[in-house]
């Protein structure tokens, strides 16, 4: 993969349909995340959203917390003192930038997907991103799914966050089950990563 020099990113610059991906510091969740997968230039992001301007607004589309919702570009980026990554759909793929976020605005309201199953009804942040995209790629996967796991890399016992997790929700660990996150979108040829949002 070619590494470009990372430099800033004004947020007028910011383009609807441009992705950033954040490293959220949420705790032992979040450190599992990017333990995972590591992301571009190997960093590690446990979130992501999409960028929508409104009316000289800027915007994310994202999943996190009870759901699918809008949240105001200033405060997204205030969650985390780390940098924040943009991501550019590349040139001959920007056509489907209208429909992946008309599909990601209809999702608002729809709850989190704390079971981390793909097709449930319910969307975590890269879930969300992912079928954004194959929707307005008239139902083709855009991103790939991988399957998942819940163990640290080499490891064969699954993180203790996890382990607590799913048993709260009275449900097995789906390891090896499709699905997709932050670092692995971030690792796609179909994005150009611009650099840090300024």
Same mark, same amino acid.
């Given at each position: 993969?070619? =590494? &470009?020099?990372?430099?800033? #990113?004004?947020?007028?610059? !910011?383009?609807t349909g441009d992705l950033i991906f954040q490293n959220l510091d949420c705790g032992p969740m979040c450190d599992a995340i990017e333990a995972v997968t590591k992301g571009y230039n190997n960093k590690p992001f446990s979130h992501m959203g999409?960028?929508? &301007? !409104? *009316?000289?607004? #800027?915007? #994310?589309?994202?999943? &996190?917390?009870?759901?699918? =919702? ?10 985390? @003192? ?11 793929? =920007? ?7 008309? /599909?990601? !605005? ?22 969300? #991103?992912?079928?954004? $995209? ?5 139902? @083709?996967?855009?991103?790939? +799914?991988?399957?998942?796991? $819940? ?7 699954? /993180?203790?966050?996890? *382990? *607590? ?21 971030? !690792?796609?040829? @179909?994005? *150009?990563?611009?650099? +840090?949002?300024?």
């Amino acid at each position: 993969m070619v =590494q &470009i020099n990372a430099h800033a #990113i004004r947020k007028d610059e !910011l383009k609807t349909g441009d992705l950033i991906f954040q490293n959220l510091d949420c705790g032992p969740m979040c450190d599992a995340i990017e333990a995972v997968t590591k992301g571009y230039n190997n960093k590690p992001f446990s979130h992501m959203g999409m960028v929508y &301007i !409104l *009316q000289d607004n #800027i915007f #994310i589309i994202e999943s &996190i917390g009870a759901g699918v =919702q809008l949240t105001p570009l200033e405060r997204f980026i205030s969650r985390t @003192k780390h940098a924040h990554w943009v991501g550019r759909i590349r040139n001959k793929y =920007q056509h489907l930038i209208p429909k992946a976020t008309g /599909f990601a !605005l209809m999702c608002e309201g729809m709850p989190y997907d704390d079971e981390f199953l793909y097709g449930n009804g319910k969307y975590y942040c890269s879930e969300l #991103i992912y079928d954004a $995209f194959k929707a307005a790629n008239n139902g @083709k996967p855009f991103f790939e +799914l991988k399957p998942m796991t $819940f163990k640290a890399p080499g490891a064969y016992d699954y /993180f203790p966050v996890w *382990q *607590q997790h799913f048993l709260k929700l009275d449900m097995p660990i789906p390891e090896g089950a499709l699905g997709c996150n932050p670092g692995g979108i971030s !690792l796609s040829k @179909k994005i *150009q990563m611009l650099g +840090l949002l300024e």
